[in-house]
């Protein structure tokens, strides 16, 4: 059980931690790369916010000078991504 919860968080804070990344929807959508790289930062960083997405979202945008060197650089291509497909459209 207790194993099961902690799958359970680091799901919820990868997912949260990508959704900050992308600066998404509700949708959710996020790569596997911005899950690998961002988990452990949103664990490390906005565990207190968990399971409030929208919380460890916030948090991880504030805490973004924090996040590790992969994590940030995630989020800077694929928030360029996004700003390049917004304007396309």
């Given amino acids: 059980m207790f194993s099961y919860r902690i799958g359970k968080i680091a799901t919820l804070a990868a997912i949260a931690a ?16 911005a899950q690998q790289m961002c988990t452990g930062d949103a664990m490390r960083l906005c565990s207190s ?17 924090n996040v590790s060197p992969g994590c940030r650089a ?10 390049r497909e917004a304007a396309a459209n």
Avoid at 49 to 65: D, G, Q, Y
Avoid at 74 to 79: L, S, T, W
Wanted: hydrophobic content about 40%; glycine content about 0%.
């Fill in 18 to 33: 990508t959704t900050a990344a992308l600066h998404t929807s509700p949708s959710l959508a996020f790569s596997s790369e």
């Fill in 49 to 65: 916010e968990i399971p409030n997405i929208s919380r460890v979202t916030a948090c991880m945008v504030r805490n973004k000078h």
């Fill in 74 to 83: 995630v989020m800077d291509r694929e928030a360029a991504a996004r700003k």
